[in-house]
Nanobody, 115 residues
């Protein structure tokens, strides 16, 4: 069982990145998919969540209108499109697959927003 994030990197303020979370060893169809982030010295915070069928999404207030979570169950992958990035968005971003009985995490991908 594995979740592998990719797509992080260095971007200038106002720029965009698209993170991917590829699952292997299980299928994400029945899992809610979540993106979290953790900045240095801060607690991990929930960024966005999408239900198993993709019918519903939720975002932290500071991400609304800038971030979009999506999923492609056929590709066993979830995504996080991040636009209008700010220096405060700098963090390690983690993918999480969750059901009542299962909770899987990726290793994280670094996003740095800086000029």
């Amino acid at each position: 069982v594995q979740l592998v994030e990719s797509g992080g990197g260095l971007v200038q303020p106002g720029g965009s990145l698209r993170l991917s979370c590829a699952a292997s060893g299980f299928t994400i169809n029945s899992y809610a998919m979540n993106w979290w982030r953790q900045a240095p010295g801060k607690a991990r915070e929930l960024v966005a969540t999408i239900t198993s069928a993709g019918a519903s999404t939720n975002y932290a207030d500071s991400m609304k209108g800038r971030f979009t979570i999506s999923r492609d169950n056929a590709k066993n992958t979830a995504y996080l499109q991040m636009n209008s990035l700010k220096p405060d968005d700098t963090a390690v971003y983690y993918c999480n697959a969750r059901t009542i009985r299962r909770d899987y995490w990726g290793q994280g991908t670094q996003v740095t927003v800086s000029s």
